[in-house]
């Protein structure tokens, strides 16, 4: 089925040979792991694609099975994925262990490492690598017989093959038996990075190792406990050729920069940060786009059967082609494709829709003469709507229930309007209120759900760069497509998923995307009231019949310092943003790390569907403290108080108040 080829949104689902299967970042070239010279903080959000970007750097990609091509250079810089165990790393600490603590975490790290050589060995000698010879020899390699002794190893056959056997089971049933009852000796004590460095002293001793780099990437970082990060540090800090360390972690996460020393580990001097997204995926706006486009492209290439490739395989996962995905031409071509499969309507093609159709012509016109009721008007509703302007006949509706707005003075520039005269401050309220308008008339009908969420682009800003998001939306549009083709859906043609069916599909997605966050963490069940409360507080504010402050979907807080907050409130914005709930954005690049005055969050636009309000970043509100203690920590009582009181504020008062000054500008 089209649509299971799209479920598979995590790291962990796909094999971890990506040879052919990754498309490279247009942004690649600048950010190829394999050619640092020293480690790597790679940094990125749930679901962001730091593990599929560490696992293309791996040796199962490079000498993948499916290549035919392995030169010996590309065994001069080889990657190795490792991700702790948490049973392990939970149990291996101080209060636990004691001082042994740290020479067990030492063996465990040994081990893992040890083990994963030990099948990048394996692995190699069953490459397609032409030397078949060499192959050959490094099956029958042994290990140096002291280490064979460290490993408690009685027989003198101890060949590279076989240590990944004998590491997991002196991992698996006996470091773990031990840790059980850690009373009698340990079964295994080995040396750490040390170890590591002697394998491959004696690796390079066989002239295809000779002038290898080994690169080991450390995944989930932020899972290792704060006492034994400082040993990664530490050997990051002091890593050269032929052994690497970068390690990748959620951004936000609260990580060690300690070291085992008194030194710390120092940005520039001892690694590079990399953020996953804003360096490699979405360096620029249209970056993003053109990367989820293309995997669309591949995906879907997969399930149909064209006379014609959607997509070179070859061209997106080949370091040389780079160049022409970057032209205008190659990315108008694959976005032009994909917004095919996934079409929009302009804004104002949804507001003709809206004046086409009855139900919703009617509300509108109510709307209308309730605005011009209040304002003792005798104007007839249906004179502010015209189906040749239909942008400016739903936004007239907003407008008018608007102190500063004179009914007569707007409906001479409609009028205008319709004749090719617009005036410049109407066409600026059309196009600062069009889309709050069209979002406050769905509002009124439950059962249907808002275009605006259908669209490639739509889709893309929904994800906000965030692959996993993105291939969900996906997903659940070809779902859909599927219940509606009663699983018939064509392999010959290109499918086309139509705006009901993905405005849906984006509905469906939100829904889960909110329940899914009271599983994220310690604090899921606290994250999940902060966006539900944060998201009925957008809604109310996209409700107001005005629109004067429209597609409200980010907050700034009224205080100088994050730490004046306190802390329950700062470790509830850090877990926030460390599980993409809320995503911040800094006003100016020059501040303190504690100043949130120039800071601002945005509720993921995910949600955005589920409330009924925007998905762009346009508008904002601004919170007090106390107002943000509310939100983040009181209980229902005391929300829902404070909510009655916005309500009274926004909604009460049906025409909204006026700064003194008319609709365009004009003294009242």
């Keep these: ?52 970007y560490l696992k293309y750097h791996c040796y199962q990609t490079q000498l993948s099975h499916s290549r035919q091509n392995i030169r010996y250079e590309d065994l001069h810089k080889v990657g190795i994925y ?76 101890l060949t590279y093959l076989k240590l990944s056997s004998v590491c997991h089971s002196l991992l698996k049933i006996k470091l773990a038996a031990w840790l059980n009852m850690p009373y009698s000796q340990p079964p295994v004590i080995l040396p750490g990075k040390v170890i590591l460095e002697y394998v491959i002293e004696h690796l390079q001793e066989q002239k295809i190792f000779v002038d290898s780099t080994f690169h080991i990437f450390i995944d989930e970082f932020e899972n290792l406990r704060l006492e034994q990060q400082p040993v990664i540090n530490t050997w990051m800090k002091h890593g050269k050729a032929p052994l690497l360390f970068s390690v990748a972690f959620k951004k936000f996460s609260i990580i060690s920069d300690d070291t085992i020393g008194q030194e710390k580990l120092q940005n520039r001097d001892d690694y590079r940060i990399i953020d996953i997204i804003e360096d490699v995926y979405a360096k620029e706006d249209k970056s993003f786009k053109v990367l989820a486009a293309e995997i669309i492209a591949l995906k879907l290439q997969t399930y149909l059967s064209l006379p014609e490739k959607l997509l070179d395989e070859g061209m997106v996962s080949s370091f040389e082609n780079i160049d022409t995905r970057l032209t205008p031409k190659y990315q108008t071509h694959i976005l032009s494709l994909v917004k095919t499969i996934f079409p929009s ?3 104002d093609e949804i507001a003709k829709d809206i004046l086409e159709d009855a139900t919703l012509h009617k509300r509108l016109l109510s709307n209308i003469s309730q605005a011009l009721k209040e304002k003792n008007s005798s104007i007839k509703a249906d004179g502010f709507v015209n189906l040749s302007e239909p942008s400016a006949s739903v936004t007239n509706a907003s407008l008018l229930f608007r102190k500063g707005t ?51 682009d739509a889709f893309a800003n929904m994800a906000r760069n965030n692959l996993r998001h993105f291939l969900e939306l996906c997903h659940q549009s070809f779902i859909e497509l599927e219940i509606e083709q009663k699983n018939a859906i064509s392999k010959d043609c290109l499918p086309v998923v139509s ?159 006026s700064n003194g000054q008319s609709l365009f500008g004009e003294e009242l």
């Design 345 to 347: 309507k302009s804004y």
């Design 499 to 657: 705006i009901d069916l993905q405005a849906k599909a984006a509905k469906a997605c939100s829904v889960m995307e909110l329940q899914r966050i009271s599983e994220l963490g310690e604090f899921g069940q606290s994250l999940q009231r902060i966006a539900f409360r944060l998201g009925k507080i957008f809604e109310l504010k996209q409700s107001v019949k005005s629109q004067s402050e429209p597609e409200a979907i980010h907050f700034s807080i009224k205080k100088q310092s994050i730490q004046e907050l306190g802390e329950e409130i700062v470790l509830l914005i850090q877990q926030s943003e460390l599980w993409n709930i809320l995503l911040s954005y800094d006003a100016t690049k020059n501040k303190s790390i504690n100043d949130i005055s120039t800071k601002e969050w945005m509720l993921t636009p995910m949600l955005a569907p589920y409330f009924n309000i925007s998905h762009r970043k346009i508008r904002k509100l601004e919170f007090t403290e106390d107002e943000i203690r509310i939100i983040f920590l009181k209980n229902d009582d005391e929300f829902e108080a404070f909510f009655k009181e916005l309500t009274r504020k926004w909604i009460a008062k049906t025409i909204e108040s």
């Design 406 to 456: 004179d009914p007569d003075t707007l409906l001479t520039k409609f009028q205008n309007t319709l004749k090719g005269d617009i005036d410049a401050a109407y066409k600026e309220q059309i196009g600062n209120t069009l889309v709050g308008s069209i979002l406050h008339i769905y509002a009124s009908y439950s059962m249907r759900i808002c275009p605006i969420y259908a669209g490639f």
């Design 82 to 157: 490792w991700r702790p165990d948490n049973y392990f790393t939970q149990i291996i600490n101080q209060n636990y262990l004691g001082e042994q603590w740290k020479s067990i975490f030492d063996t465990y790290l040994s081990l893992s490492l040890l083990k994963e050589f030990s099948e990048f060995i394996n692995y190699f000698t069953n490459s397609t690598f032409p030397d078949e010879n060499t192959k050959q020899k490094l099956k029958t390699v042994l290990l140096p017989p002291d280490l064979a002794e460290l490993l408690n190893y009685k027989s003198d056959d």
């Design 1 to 52: 089925m089209l649509s299971t080829i799209f479920s598979k949104n995590r790291a962990e689902e796909n094999p971890d040979d990506l040879w052919g299967k990754f498309v490279l970042p247009l942004h690649y070239k600048s950010y190829n792991l394999l050619t640092f010279e020293k480690g790597n903080r790679i940094i990125g959000g749930r679901g962001s694609g730091k593990t599929t």
